[in-house]
C-alpha cells in the first residue's frame, strides 16, 4: 500500500485544539496548530509518513515531538514518552476528523434475522422408535469384581 496525500485531509488540522499537550510545553496556542507527522511503516528513505499519521500540535509541541527543541527538564523527549503524546494524539485527531467529516466510518447496519421456514409436523420426517428394549446386565462393582480374582 502506498502512503495516503490528501491537502485536505492534513487542512484538518486549521484552528484544531493542540492533541499532543506535552506537559510543561503546550499553551494550546491553535492559530500556530499543524498536523505533525507521527512515523510509520512508510517513513525512510527521505519519505514522510502517511498523511493518515498525523497528530494536530501546536509550534512548541511539534517541535519538542520531532527531537529539535528539549523539554522544560533540558533533555529531549524519551522514547516512552514520545509513543504516550503520539498515540494520545493520534487517538484524539482521528475521532475529531471523524467528527468533522473529514473521515468516514460507516455505521454498522443491524438487520433482523429472517425466521427459518419450519415443515408443517405433517410432514416432517418420523423419528424411528426403538424395537427392542437394551438387555438387562447385572450390575458389579468394583469390590464384587476384586472378591471373585481372591484379591
Not at 503524546?85 to 473521515?103: D, F, M, S, V
Request: with cysteine.
Amino acid at each position: 500500500m502506498t502512503a495516503l496525500r490528501s491537502h485536505k485531509y492534513l487542512a484538518g488540522s486549521k484552528g484544531a485544539p493542540c492533541a499532543l499537550r506535552i506537559v510543561g510545553v503546550c499553551h494550546d496556542e491553535r492559530d500556530t496548530v499543524v498536523p505533525c507527522h507521527v512515523r510509520d511503516r512508510h517513513t525512510g528513505r527521505s519519505i514522510k509518513a502517511s498523511d493518515l499519521s498525523v497528530v494536530d500540535g501546536c509550534h512548541r509541541c511539534h517541535e519538542v515531538f520531532d527531537r529539535r527543541a528539549s523539554m522544560p527538564s533540558g533533555d529531549l523527549i524519551s522514547d516512552e514518552e514520545w509513543t504516550f503524546y503520539a498515540l494520545r494524539g493520534l487517538q484524539e485527531t482521528l475521532e475529531r476528523r471523524r467528527e468533522i467529516g473529514l473521515l468516514f466510518v460507516p455505521e454498522p447496519v443491524h438487520r433482523e434475522p429472517k425466521p427459518r421456514r419450519r415443515k408443517p409436523p405433517s410432514e416432517r420426517a418420523r423419528i424411528p422408535q426403538r424395537k427392542a428394549e437394551w438387555p438387562k446386565r447385572e450390575l458389579k462393582s468394583r469390590s464384587t469384581f476384586q472378591n471373585k480374582k481372591g484379591i
